[in-house]
């Protein structure tokens, strides 16, 4: 079984969200897609399977399948483009949370995925605690979003991460108007063994729409203010968000199983 690492939301290695992509021709059984994932030990690794005119894609964590991957997509995207399609203008995938769709654009490759609502709550002493930051204003979808009041505050975080484990959504989210770029954020990931993720590009549908409505404007250049750091370029369309991204390859590999 070959496998491609790329590193997703960057321009060259060594940055970005590293993703492990396999294509293949059939899904092989689920427990070793879980082994494979929890031997990369990366955020995700994607697999993908050609269908017709269109790849069924499925992503796994170190601990379990999730329904929804932005990196892992990118990824998969640049290793289809350059590898198997170079003469598609556009990728479908069929995934647990739908159809989306992937074109090159330049550098860039660009994605079309559902945007979440984001639903105001109240910050609760649990979020205070567990981020140890003042939050002006705290936002659930899928994704726990908290509101911070500076870039500095979000790039200094230093988070409890199983009080963070014990808050709602599936990741926990944090983020503040940026100075170079429109936003800044940072995302953590304790219930699927993800402390930290480098780049995320699921979140960043709850992270963008929130933005688009507070900045007035439907395109966004966004940073991740990870160690590793990424950029992303979204654009806020109605029910849609487009995020946009380049990715950089590091290796490829034989997988002896």
Same mark, same amino acid.
């Given at each position: 079984?070959?496998?491609?690492?790329?590193?997703?939301?960057?321009?060259?290695?060594?940055?970005?969200?590293?993703?492990?992509?396999?294509?293949?021709?059939?899904?092989?059984?689920?427990?070793?897609?879980?082994?494979?994932?929890?031997?990369?030990?990366?955020?995700?690794?994607?697999? $993908?399977?050609?269908?017709g005119n269109?790849?069924?894609?499925?992503?796994?964590?170190?601990?379990?399948?999730?329904?929804?991957?932005?990196?892992?997509?990118?990824?998969?995207a640049?290793?289809?483009?350059?590898?198997?399609?170079?003469?598609?203008?556009?990728?479908?995938?069929?995934?647990?949370?739908?159809?989306?769709?992937?074109?090159?654009?330049?550098?860039?490759?660009?994605?079309?995925?559902?945007?979440?609502?984001?639903?105001?709550?109240?910050?609760?002493?649990?979020?205070?605690?567990?981020?140890?930051?003042?939050?002006?204003?705290?936002?659930?979808?899928?994704?726990?979003?908290?509101?911070?009041?500076?870039?500095?505050?979000?790039?200094?975080?230093?988070?409890?991460?199983?009080?963070?484990?014990?808050?709602?959504?599936?990741?926990? $989210?944090v983020?503040? $108007?940026?100075?170079?770029?429109?936003?800044?954020?940072?995302?953590?990931?304790?219930?699927?063994?993800?402390?930290?993720?480098?780049?995320?590009?699921?979140?960043?549908?709850?992270?963008?729409?929130?933005?688009?409505?507070?900045?007035?404007?439907?395109?966004?250049?966004?940073?991740?203010?990870?160690?590793?750091?990424?950029?992303?370029?979204?654009?806020?369309?109605?029910?849609?968000?487009?995020?946009?991204?380049?990715?950089a390859?590091?290796?490829?590999?034989?997988?002896?199983?």
């Amino acid at each position: 079984m070959k496998q491609f690492i790329v590193d997703a939301f960057t321009d060259k290695v060594f940055g970005g969200n590293p993703a492990g992509v396999c294509v293949l021709e059939n899904f092989p059984p689920e427990e070793l897609m879980r082994n494979i994932a929890m031997e990369n030990n990366f955020s995700e690794t994607a697999f $993908a399977v050609k269908d017709g005119n269109f790849y069924r894609l499925r992503w796994f964590t170190p601990a379990a399948e999730v329904d929804f991957c932005g990196h892992a997509t990118l990824a998969t995207a640049f290793v289809l483009f350059n590898y198997y399609e170079q003469n598609l203008p556009r990728i479908e995938f069929e995934t647990l949370s739908g159809k989306f769709f992937v074109e090159r654009k330049g550098n860039l490759f660009e994605m079309d995925f559902p945007a979440y609502v984001p639903k105001k709550i109240p910050v609760t002493d649990a979020m205070q605690d567990a981020i140890n930051a003042k939050i002006l204003e705290a936002y659930i979808a899928r994704d726990l979003l908290m509101v911070l009041e500076s870039a500095e505050a979000v790039e200094k975080l230093s988070p409890n991460l199983d009080k963070l484990e014990n808050l709602e959504g599936l990741t926990q $989210a944090v983020t503040a $108007a940026g100075k170079d770029f429109d936003c800044v954020s940072r995302v953590f990931a304790p219930k699927v063994k993800v402390p930290e993720d480098p780049v995320t590009g699921s979140t960043h549908c709850l992270i963008a729409p929130y933005w688009a409505e507070r900045l007035g404007k439907k395109k966004l250049i966004a940073r991740q203010a990870s160690a590793r750091g990424g950029v992303l370029h979204c654009e806020v369309l109605g029910e849609r968000v487009k995020i946009s991204g380049n990715a950089a390859l590091f290796a490829v590999a034989d997988l002896k199983i």
